[in-house]
């Protein structure tokens, strides 16, 4: 029998996989601050106080609290609004959260979901929309999830609640009233580390970190009109990474570029390329190419960030060198 779907947004995405997995599992608690604001006000209506804590502004502290909720048997989802929070709280999710599992000789889980959501493109200022998702790759013992559809933001997340490992899941804003049909299986899982080629092409492959997979998916149709053939993959988890998928597309196109709105430097954009080098070099037709927010922090004023970000116009532009290279 054919599963169901519904149409969904990104953000309701989001909460029907709270909702699933909290009805699936007693387990599974959500905590975080300002939680009834930012789309959980359902699940506070659902499930009696104890499933759903609303904390204290204190990242460091609730983040911790946790870590040790994970160690003694909960499930958390962490929500810690805006993504540079995640400063505030690194101690206890690199310190502890990623290293306890090895510093117990794998006798600790620790089955804690932090979600991160990028305010960035909103005038928010640069204290608020840094997109930090490549800092935590430095981190041993952490996975890191970037959905880019309400699909992948339901079953990934779902998978992050069921994993035993601690999953930063960072979600984005600009992305929240993106629609597309989404099972209603609660089963319906999407795998860590399982990459998604969303157009398949022959002559250059654009992989498309997060939201631009939008800008990205543009920029193809647009070649397609100028005889350009665009093969475009959706990594949607940066840790562990689908180096397969990535290393089998580029022997067959021989071109990449990779679009990312997070900063150019040591970053998700630049472990690609590294791969790539180590792993396909000699299929290479010409140098790989990055196409990414520059290194600056985001200014307050909105017609000034709109430029710092990757365009459309920034990708074909890129392709169209190595093309032509």
Same mark, same amino acid.
């Given at each position: 029998m054919q599963?169901?779907n519904?149409k969904? +947004? &990104?953000?309701q995405?989001?909460?029907e996989?709270?909702?699933?997995?909290? @009805? /699936?599992?007693k387990?599974?608690?959500? #905590?975080?601050?300002d939680?009834?604001l930012?789309g959980?006000?359902?699940l506070i209506d659902?499930?009696?106080?104890?499933r759903?804590w609303?904390t204290?502004?204190?990242e460091n502290?609730?983040?911790g609290?946790?870590v040790?909720a994970a160690?003694?048997g909960?499930?958390?989802?962490v929500?810690?609004?805006?993504?540079?929070f +995640? &400063?505030?709280a690194?101690?206890q999710?690199?310190n502890?959260?990623?290293? @306890? /599992?090895?510093m117990t000789?794998g006798? #600790?889980?620790?089955?804690?979901v932090f979600?991160?959501?990028m305010?960035y493109?909103l005038?928010m200022a640069a204290?608020?929309?840094?997109?930090?998702?490549?800092m935590?790759?430095?981190?041993?013992?952490?996975?890191i999830?970037?959905p880019s559809?309400p699909?992948?933001?339901k079953?990934?997340?779902?998978s992050?609640?069921?994993?035993?490992d601690?999953?930063l899941?960072?979600?984005?804003?600009?992305?929240?009233d993106q629609?597309?049909?989404?099972?209603?299986?609660?089963?319906?899982l999407?795998p860590?580390g399982?990459a998604?080629?969303?157009?398949q092409g022959?002559d250059i492959?654009?992989?498309a970190i997060?939201?631009?997979?939008?800008?990205?998916?543009?920029?193809?149709?647009?070649?397609?009109?100028q005889?350009?053939?665009a093969e475009?993959?959706?990594?949607r988890?940066l840790?562990?990474?689908?180096t397969?998928t990535?290393?089998t597309s580029?022997?067959k196109t021989g071109r990449?570029?990779?679009?990312?709105n997070a900063?150019?430097t040591?970053?998700i954009g630049?472990?690609?390329a590294a791969?790539?080098?180590?792993?396909?070099f000699?299929?290479l037709r010409?140098p790989?190419?990055?196409?990414?927010?520059?290194?600056v922090h985001v200014p307050?004023s909105?017609?000034?960030e709109?430029?710092?970000?990757p365009?459309?116009?920034?990708?074909?532009?890129t392709?169209?060198?190595?093309i032509n290279?």
């Open positions: 599963n169901a519904t969904l +947004t &990104y953000k995405a989001m909460t996989a709270h909702k699933e997995e909290m @009805l /699936r599992d387990r599974v608690i959500v #905590m975080g601050e939680i009834v930012h959980n006000s359902e659902m499930f009696p106080g104890k759903i609303n204290p502004i204190s502290a609730f983040t609290m946790a040790g160690m003694t909960l499930r958390p989802v929500d810690l609004t805006v993504a540079s +995640t &400063y505030l690194s101690d999710i690199i502890q959260a990623s290293k @306890l /599992r090895f000789g006798q #600790m889980q620790i089955p804690v979600r991160c959501c305010y493109n005038g204290q608020h929309s840094d997109r930090p998702y490549s935590f790759m430095n981190s041993p013992g952490l996975k999830l970037l559809t699909a992948n933001m079953g990934l997340l779902k992050a609640i069921r994993d035993d601690p999953v899941i960072f979600e984005d804003v600009n992305l929240w629609e597309e049909w989404v099972s209603t299986d609660p089963e319906v999407i860590i399982e998604e080629i969303k157009r022959t492959t654009i992989v997060g939201a631009t997979l939008n800008i990205v998916l543009e920029a193809a149709q647009v070649l397609d009109t005889g350009i053939s475009v993959i959706d990594p988890t840790v562990p990474l689908d397969e990535l290393i580029v022997k990449l570029i990779i679009v990312d900063h150019r040591a970053s630049s472990e690609i791969i790539i080098v180590e792993k396909a000699k299929f010409a790989i190419q990055r196409v990414t927010t520059p290194d307050y909105p017609t000034l709109a430029l710092v970000y365009k459309c116009s920034d990708i074909l532009g392709v169209n060198v190595l290279y």
